[in-house]
């Protein structure tokens, strides 16, 4: 059984920075991806940015320069640094961890106001 559980989202006025972390546990192999996707409402559930367990990482064109996602190998951590918020960063932003499977955390909601 694979818990993913989120902390660090919040409320930020635009131009403002956010930390989330998210925790892994369970049977978790060390060889996987973990990474955080985001909603906002109405809209697609959309990549932010993932890294491997060798820190191959990829951004969305959208976050690239702003954010900054690292991770733990020990601790099976992710973080994710948000610098400069904008309004349209506004959304629940989700855990992710692939390992044979896809989980997913509960999700935490940012929002940044203009």
């Known amino acids: 059984q694979v818990q993913l559980v989120e902390s660090g989202g919040g409320l930020v006025q635009s131009g403002g920075s956010l930390r989330l972390s998210c925790a892994a546990s369970g049977s978790i192999f060390s060889l996987n991806r973990m990474g955080w996707f985001r909603q906002a409402p109405g809209k697609q559930r959309e990549l932010v940015a993932t890294i491997t367990s060798d820190s191959a990482i990829r951004y969305a064109d959208s976050v690239k320069g702003r954010f900054t996602i690292s991770r733990d190998n020990g601790e099976n951590t992710v973080y994710l640094r948000m610098n400069s918020l904008k309004p349209e960063d506004t959304a629940v932003y989700c855990c992710?961890?692939?390992?044979?499977?896809?989980?997913w955390g509960q999700g935490t909601q940012v929002t940044v106001s203009s």
């Open positions: 992710w961890l692939w390992y044979g499977n896809n989980y």
